[in-house]
């Protein structure tokens, strides 16, 4: 059983449009996960049937907490089963169930398996990612590019688009709840990774994406989020010398941007100020 575990914000229209490239429930065994983080969201509801299941948080989990809502529950169904979390605003062009399944069949050691993420122009968007924790550098490269292989390992995979093998875990995976967006996926990787778990991103399928179709409408938030969510993890996976130097190169960047884009500074600020205030509490 594969469950597509999709986060709701007052995204309906882009869900609806996801389902809709997925292929016909009679024909194939999945269900629609949606959690639905604007509870006020009625308009969701017109979405429900026998292979979409809608659960409401209570108010705004973000990502990482709607993600673990829904895992959770499909742990508690299908503890051997396949979650494949994915963003509203992303779709399918093809098929892809029994390449998933024929996939996993074939690679079992996969824990976490990120997919290609392709723009609506064809350009490549997501190919795996880096870390480099000498220098506290976390990037995207393309690494599925010039290979027929399978699939590649790769550091961390973005969570627009990735698939969990459930059979690899011994308890429910999550998200750690100290994210709220951004940086959740790369946490979760390089937790799990430590753990022993392998990590590997497949241009075998994937899905299309409208980058920051959601998130660009609330800048501030966005940049505030990313920020706290970048030093937390440099917090955690680099050295002090090294997350206090991109803190300094942070602050001063931002004291550029005032000038210029007074709501990416303002982000910035308010991002460190709340990761300070954690690590002081």
């Not at 393309?142 to 973005?158: E, G, K, R, V």
Request: net charge neutral; proline share 4%; charged share 15%.
């Amino acid at each position: 059983m594969i469950y597509f575990l999709v986060v709701n914000y007052y995204s309906t229209n882009l869900i609806t449009k996801l389902i809709s490239t997925l292929p016909s429930y009679k024909n194939h065994d999945y269900k629609v996960v949606i959690i639905n983080n604007s509870p006020d969201d009625n308009s969701i509801y017109h979405l429900k049937n026998e292979s979409v299941l809608i659960f409401n948080a209570e108010n705004n989990l973000g990502f990482g907490g709607g993600c673990n809502l829904g895992l959770q529950w499909i742990y508690t169904q299908a503890p051997q089963g396949f979650v494949w979390i994915i963003n509203p605003d992303a779709y399918f062009v093809e098929n892809v169930i029994d390449k998933v399944l024929s996939f996993f069949e074939g690679h079992p050691k996969i824990s976490i398996l990120g997919t290609i993420v392709h723009t609506p122009t064809g350009e490549v968007w997501f190919a795996g990612g880096r870390f480099l924790p000498s220098t506290g550098t976390i990037i995207t490269q393309d690494l599925l590019n010039d290979t027929d292989a399978d699939y590649i390992a790769c550091d961390w995979i973005t969570g627009c688009s990735f698939i969990i093998n459930l059979r690899n875990f011994d308890e429910c995976p999550q998200f750690d709840p100290a994210y709220f967006l951004y940086y959740e996926d790369f946490d979760f990787c390089r937790r799990y990774a430590n753990q022993g778990h392998f990590i590997a991103v497949t241009k075998q399928f994937g899905v299309i994406h409208q980058p920051s179709s959601i998130t660009n409408r609330y800048v501030f938030r966005k940049i505030k989020n990313s920020t706290y969510g970048y030093l937390l993890s440099l917090d955690r996976y680099t050295s002090k010398f090294i997350l206090n130097l991109r803190l300094i190169r942070l602050m001063c960047y931002a004291l550029v941007l005032i000038f210029v884009k007074p709501q990416v500074a303002f982000g910035k600020f308010a991002g460190v100020l709340m990761y300070w205030k954690r690590t002081l509490s």
